[in-house]
């Protein structure tokens, strides 16, 4: 056997020996209001953490997963977790929006995909308006009348969805239009190119068709304060990368949270000391 298939079987391994011994955790990246700053959901991420190997890349375990079929278990893994965290910042009343927990295409062509999902929800009481799936344009363009029902069926129960890495893949302004989509993800390589004029008109021509459909809009990968002022000036609404945050921890994402409480905070002491005051 060569070298890559030998690597291939040892993270086949890995992954069987780490969905037993719950190796594989939940990273969660915010999504920032551009013009307030402020937090209006977050993205799951899922994180291979080996005892020995340490972490391993998703941009590597994921593609094997997916090829395996253990892509399946992982994201059940990843929607518990991700419902379970929600649940739990909901009910402590840090947080009151969406997470977004990525979808690959084997699980979308499961014939049982919506009561896989119910089953998870009502597991962690979730109700399903607090999630949202990412879908790829090569998850739905394989049967794209099939994706359609699917989505419908996700959408009927309160589900949001998100076309990710938009315009990387081969998508089809027919059916764009056709699909129950409620956000569309400007992929990272189309913010990267917006150094020149060209590559800003792309990005200006994505908002606007997202905007014409009645779809939101999420930039991803934004690094550099300069990205945001041009996505401001597009009318992007919504911003994801390291220029808020890398993906965090289930813990550092609670510290986030309480920071970003903390930011409305003068206020609500005001209120409650008027109250006070009035009661006195
Ligand atoms: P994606 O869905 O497009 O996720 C965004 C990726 O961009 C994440 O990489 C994130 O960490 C990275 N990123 C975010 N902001 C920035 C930035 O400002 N600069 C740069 N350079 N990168 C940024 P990550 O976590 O390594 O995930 C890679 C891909 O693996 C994801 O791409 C997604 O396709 C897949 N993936 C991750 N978690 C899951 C999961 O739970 N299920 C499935 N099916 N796929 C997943
Ligand atoms: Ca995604
Ligand atoms: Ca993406």
Known sequence: MNRQAVKR????NLMRFGLKEDHFEVYYQPKMNIRTGKLTGMEALVRFIT??????????FIPIAEETGQ???IGEVVLNKACRDVK???DSGLFSGRVAVNLSAKQFSLPDLTSRIDVILQKNELPSYFLELEITEGTVMDDPKEAIAIMRSLSARGIHLAMDDFGTGYSSLAYLKQFPLNTLKVDKAFIDDMTNERGRNMVDSIVTIAHNLDLHVVAEGVEQANQVEILKKLNCETVQ???YSKPLSKDEFTEFLKRQQSKAT?????TNNKNVTSIN
Not at 9 to 12: A, G
Not at 266 to 270: A, G, Q, Y
Request: charged content about 20%.
């Open 9 to 12: 079987l040892q993270i086949e």
């Open 51 to 60: 005892p020995k190997k340490g972490i391993i890349s998703p941009g590597v």
């Open 71 to 73: 892509i399946i278990e």
């Open 88 to 90: 739990k910042w909901l």
């Open 241 to 243: 990368g390291y220029y």
């Open 266 to 270: 003068p206020s609500l002491i005001r």
